[in-house]
């Protein structure tokens, strides 16, 4: 039984106290104790040691204060699985040395039982989950297709995409048949998840955003409807579509739960745009974290305020950023806890 399920009645569009809150990108990065875990051991094997991932993922609970815990994992342990070599390298990010280019490199890819390589995965999720007993909901997350495939063609993070939406709008067949891989694996992996403990899952579209809506209907809306249709009946979705928020209307009619909004949106025409037919969740500027202690306070309350308390999950529009001070980022958290009283 979960002490603090206010993640899940916001996600099930049942009446809450306060909103519940939480931060992308909540473990790691700018906690103390993080980094010096990460002084010690290297990216994958954080990732791929249960104990590791899971006192990770504890830390932002315990320090925190945050009403749900998100497992350590990171998006690209999907393209790992499938066969394409993933190296992370301080400072620089991730780089995939070979990338997709041709129908060779697409048919060389591990398919069946790509999930089940990751027992790692769900072996932190099953550890967190009896560490947690019961204090918060435990979130699993994937990348969206569209955002894969962004990683395997272009082989490193890029401000504009080119090369991957090049692949797409050049060889469309090819892109489709890799979307509909990457998806098919997306789907198995999610469900172990939460067949592993996951109480909900959020599909992280972090580059959604770098597609024309006519492209981002093509490209990825299908795919991410198609993982949120696989999944309903196991546990709620959250999709995050950075960037695009001409899509909310037609998310809000899909069989997702929940969908993240940037801080490019106000939350009127968020709400506008879904009725209130799904929960929202966002949208604070995370850059504004760098700011006071009572300026955050009063933004958190007037974002709480246009977006209403209920069928709302309070969160960032992005990533937490490695240098917010942690009592910034309590404060944040605090903030929405006091909402209550406030009100
Ligand atoms: O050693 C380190 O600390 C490396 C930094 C790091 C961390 C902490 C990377 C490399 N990944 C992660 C973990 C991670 N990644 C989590 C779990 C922990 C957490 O809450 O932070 C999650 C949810 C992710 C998801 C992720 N990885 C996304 C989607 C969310 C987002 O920020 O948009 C993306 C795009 C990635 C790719 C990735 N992995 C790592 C980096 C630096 C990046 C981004 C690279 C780029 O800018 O393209």
Known sequence: MLK????????????????????????GRYLPDYL?????????????????ATAITLQPVDQVGVDAAIIFC?????????????????GKGPSLPRVIQTQKDIDALITTGAEESLKYVYDA??????????????????????????YMVEGKGSKTWDKAKQFAYTQ?????????KITDITISYLKLQAKAGADTVQ?????????????????????????ANALKDDVPVILFPK????????????????????????????????GNKITIQGNFDPSKLLGTIPDIKREVKEMIDAFGAQNYIANLGH????????????????AVKEYESKK
């Not at 603090?4 to 473990?27: H, K, Y």
Request: net charge negative; aromatic share 10%; charged share 20%.
């Open 4 to 27: 603090n399920d206010l993640l899940l009645r916001a996600l099930r569009n049942e009446p809450v106290e306060r909103p519940p809150v939480w931060m992308m990108r909540q473990a």
């Open 36 to 52: 010096k875990l990460k002084a010690k051991y290297d990216f994958f094997t954080r990732v791929q040691t249960p104990e590791l």
């Open 74 to 90: 990171d998006i690209l342990v999907i393209p790992q699985a499938m066969g394409m070599q993933v190296l992370m390298e301080e």
């Open 125 to 150: 999720l099953a550890l967190t989950k009896s560490e947690l007993n019961g204090r918060v909901p435990l979130i699993g997350f994937a990348g969206a297709p569209w955002t894969i495939l962004c």
């Open 172 to 180: 469309p067949a090819l892109a489709h048949q890799l979307l509909q």
């Open 203 to 227: 599909v992280f579209d972090s580059w959604a955003g770098s597609l024309s809506p006519a492209d981002f209907k093509i490209f990825a809306q299908p795919y991410l409807f198609q993982i």
């Open 243 to 274: 960037g695009s928020w001409y899509a909310l209307k037609d998310i809000s009619e899909s069989s997702a739960s929940g969908v993240g909004i940037d801080w490019c949106i106000t939350p009127q025409m968020a709400r506008e745009l879904t």
């Open 319 to 334: 990533g937490i950023t490695p240098n917010v001070p942690v009592d910034n980022a309590r404060a944040f958290v605090d």
